[in-house]
């Protein structure tokens, strides 16, 4: 049942939307600042024996992560994180995995929760979930350098941008293997939630904070991509690219090394040549990753019901709201 108030809310935000999409520039001025910043330019459709010589013969890596939870409230909680490194050719290995499952109630897990929660000075659910994070996050860099080292790609995309992995140890590493390798890093970024372009066009709109995503809507042709980098880059030394790959008028954006400039429109020609085109402008490998690490409550409710005890289920992690109606 809907309340009319909450009903009249939401038409409220709906018309302070409408009232910030007016206060806009125009698509004109904001594609002609952006072009003054950026370098503006067509990615290209690759034809299968071109992409065989872009890559020459080696093969495409993509790497993602996932994670699950089952149980009630913090701590009676368990989490269930995995990740996948698969290559697009019949290389030995073609994979490679690894898993790990973590609950609060566990000595070892709870010393750590204890600590970031004192370090950073947040409740213990908290500091939990962020650990989490940071645990998967180790696990894809740690399968990623595997990759390097045992698959030698010529390129590996990161599901996230840089800036989810490169304040962990094993970054360093990564980035080491990759250039001694002559392997190009890619970090693709499905959300773009920056919000550097207003400001780096002169575009800003007093008192409100315009995000790249809404900056970006519709701004890009479809096969068009934006770089940003050197001097006017946003995410440290890093290049950044804004492409409409897709037929979504929201465009997406890939992280590359400072010191792989030289590969970009190669990558990215590449990258376009695997990306649907009616998709939403994330390459077709990828996302087959995605979809095969991810770990869905249908998965996680079958692990928990085959790995862990019916009595150990309904003492520690069978929450009330699953008993309604019993």
Not at 174 to 183: G, P, R, S, T
Request: net charge neutral.
């Amino acid at each position: 049942m809907l309340n009319h108030e909450i009903l009249a809310a939401t038409r409220r935000l709906n018309d302070y939307f409408l009232h910030r999409d007016s206060l806009y520039p125009s698509l004109e001025i904001r594609r002609q600042n952006l072009q003054q910043c950026a370098q503006v330019g067509s990615l290209r459709r690759l034809k299968r024996q071109e992409i065989l010589e872009a890559s020459r013969g080696r093969a495409l890596v993509a790497v993602d992560g996932s994670r699950a939870d089952y149980g009630g409230i913090y701590p009676y909680n368990v989490c269930a994180i995995q990740a996948l490194a698969r290559a697009s050719t019949e290389s030995e290995p073609d994979r490679l995995t690894d898993a790990a499952v973590y609950c609060p109630l566990d000595p070892k897990v709870y010393a750590e929760i204890k600590e970031a929660a004192a370090r950073n000075r947040v409740e213990e659910a908290e500091a939990y979930r962020k650990l989490m994070g940071e645990k998967m996050a180790h696990m894809e860099l740690k399968l990623a350098i595997k990759a390097l080292q045992t698959i030698k790609p010529y390129m590996l995309m990161l599901d996230g941008g840089f800036l989810l992995f490169d304040r962990f140890p094993e970054w360093d590493e990564l980035v080491a293997e990759a250039l001694n390798l002559d392997c190009v890093l890619v970090g693709v970024i499905e959300e773009v939630a920056t919000s550097e372009l207003c400001s780096l066009t002169g575009l800003e709109i007093p008192g409100m904070r315009i995000y790249d995503r809404e900056f970006l809507f519709g701004l890009l042709k479809p096969g068009e991509m934006a770089v940003v980098g050197g001097e006017k880059a946003i995410k440290r030394d890093y290049y950044t690219v804004f492409a409409r790959m897709g037929s979504t008028p929201q465009a997406v954006a890939c992280d590359f090394l400072p010191g792989q400039g030289e590969h970009l429109v190669p990558a990215m020609n590449l990258i376009y040549s695997l990306t649907p085109p009616q998709g939403r402008g994330i390459p077709a490998w990828l996302d087959l990753v995605d979809r095969e690490v991810r770990l869905n409550k249908k998965s996680m409710e079958s692990l928990i019901m085959n790995g862990l005890d019916p009595a150990v289920r309904e003492r520690f992690f069978k929450s009330n709201r699953e008993r309604r109606g019993l």
